[in-house]
């Protein structure tokens, strides 16, 4: 990733058009937001555009225009993301690498043309590079928009950016839901890097919010994962940091900590009234406080 965003400043400086290749949710409108924001374009929004979203007949409206100014008019000066290029059809194809030649903007009901200087950043799940061979892609807007391809790499690739992506996240979800949002604990980090994330940071973003929703603290904890996603996360961890009853068992022991030391927090440190409160026996609960490595200065 430190590669990877070498090659950002640098491509944010220029007026290229930029190509980002990965699988979905890895990043890429994360990245195209950053290329923007670097560019000397910065003072304009960056529109967006998902190709997948939109009809082909209202995706040809939305770019260049109809009764009102497609999205490559109202860019002037600015610059456009198209999300899942590679579902445009071919007769918008032939349009956009019409406007990428001449720079001109070419209403589709009055035929009028209008200049606009925008800056195209694309992404793509698909190989385009396949899909050119396949025919479903015009080489010629191909080589249009592969003058500066940067491919992210799936988060199950870069487990060692965790730590900067889950703090990255926690920063928007502290604005968004109005709510001081610090860290993860560390079991709660060992329990995401068994997860192979297959939604990667899209999955991440949602299963830290719904976490976020359930914590009670800034702290972020193995035990706020909601049921709901503890199978999906158990199923889609694929053994990578160990079988499926070390990550139960992991899972479980961070489950038991966290209610160890909340019920010792309520009840003064108290060992036998704490013992109490959870069920179980004192002797049972100070093995556990010795097995699960927990402070108490209580008796």
């Not at 990733?1 to 979905?24: N, Q, W, Y």
């Not at 479903?136 to 992210?152: C, G, M, Q, S």
């Not at 926690?170 to 329990?191: I, Q, Y």
């Amino acid at each position: 990733m430190k590669e990877i965003r070498g090659v950002v400043k640098r491509v944010a400086a220029t007026p290229s058009a930029v190509l980002l290749l990965g699988e979905t949710g890895c990043g890429k409108e994360y990245l195209a937001e950053e290329i923007h924001q670097l560019s000397d374009r910065s003072f304009q929004p960056l529109f967006k555009v998902n190709c997948l979203a939109i009809s082909s007949m209202a995706l040809d409206t939305e770019l260049f225009g109809g009764a009102k100014p497609g999205r490559l008019e109202l860019a002037d000066r600015g610059a456009l993301f198209l999300d899942e290029i590679s579902e445009m059809n071919m007769e918008t194809q032939v349009r956009l690498l019409s406007y990428l030649e001449s720079g001109l903007v070419t209403n589709p009901l009055s035929g009028e043309k209008k200049r606009s200087d925008v800056r195209v950043i694309a992404a793509s799940r698909k190989d385009l590079a396949k899909e050119v061979k396949d025919g479903r892609f015009r080489e010629d807007l191909f080589y249009h928009l592969n003058v500066a391809p940067i491919t992210l790499p799936a988060l199950r690739e870069r487990k060692e950016d965790l730590p900067g992506i889950v703090s990255f996240f926690l920063r928007r979800l502290s604005g968004k839901l109005n709510k001081t949002l610090e860290n993860v604990d560390p079991s709660c980090m060992d329990v995401f890097r068994t997860v192979s994330w297959p939604g990667n940071l899209r999955q991440l973003e949602h299963v830290l919010e719904r976490m976020a929703l359930l914590a009670d603290g800034p702290t972020l904890r193995s035990s706020d994962i909601p049921l709901d996603l503890r199978s999906e996360i158990d199923l889609s961890s694929g053994g990578e940091a160990g079988n499926f009853r070390e990550i139960v068992r992991r899972q479980t022991q961070s489950l038991e900590k966290d209610l160890i030391e909340k019920a010792l927090e309520e009840m003064d440190g108290n060992i036998t009234r704490t013992a109490e409160h959870l069920g179980i026996s004192r002797k049972g609960l100070q093995l556990k406080i010795k097995e699960l490595g927990i402070k108490s200065s209580g008796t």
